[in-house]
């Protein structure tokens, strides 16, 4: 494990002193110049729709399976399978393009590429999630980066700002890493904060 890796991990384990669980989620992360082109196409609608809760640009991420409530245990058993999975895989071509809602509430970008080795690369992750003795019983990947959540009873403003993203096309972009992500801040009426636990590159050993 690297310094900056062990540093998050132990940052991890020492603000949840109270309880040794931490939230997790194993995902993607578009680089800084596809976040940075969303995120000038999304002004006029920052604008638009100041109360709705926007995530952080640098947390923005592609979910491919979320685990939940874990002990912290349980991550030093995802490490190894996950590490070795991304060495066997090559990147990934995506874009991030048009836009949508799910339930009326929570706003999103979808991702389009290669949707075929994206699918192929959750079912893996989920895979080694499985073998590793952890249940997973998540909904099948439905591949988009969530942007925004309006605020209770507000059934307009994600349904609206969602056509602001019609016609967008972002640049193609690669895989770079593969992450094992940890929220353990702001389960409360607040945002919710995301910290890299370990990230993993794709080192094209495999198809």
């Known amino acids: 494990m690297t310094e900056r890796a062990r540093t998050g991990y132990e940052d991890l384990v020492n603000e949840k002193t109270q309880a040794a669980t931490v939230r997790v989620f194993i995902a993607l992360a578009p680089p800084d110049d596809a976040k940075e082109e969303l995120e000038q196409r999304l002004q006029p609608t920052y604008a638009a729709y100041p109360r709705m809760r926007w995530n952080r640009i640098e947390d923005w991420h592609i979910t491919l399976a979320f685990l939940g409530e874990l ?55 989920r895979a080694a999630v499985t073998d590793c003795g952890i249940p997973f019983h998540g909904r099948p990947l439905r591949p988009h980066l969530t942007l925004a959540r309006s605020r209770r009873h507000d059934t307009t403003s994600a349904v609206e700002a969602a056509t602001g993203l019609d016609g967008f096309t972002g640049r193609p972009w690669e895989t770079r890493r593969l992450h094992l992500v940890g929220s353990n801040t702001g389960r409360g009426p607040g945002p919710i904060h995301y910290r890299d636990i370990q990230a993993w590159s794709f080192e094209g050993g495999g198809a």
């Open 71 to 125: 002990p912290v245990t349980a991550l030093e058993l995802l490490r190894p399978p996950l590490a070795e999975l991304a060495r066997a895989r090559q990147p990934l071509r995506l874009a991030l393009r048009g836009g949508g809602h799910f339930d009326e509430r929570v706003l999103w970008t979808g991702i389009d590429g290669d949707l075929e080795g994206l699918h192929l690369l959750a079912s893996e992750v």
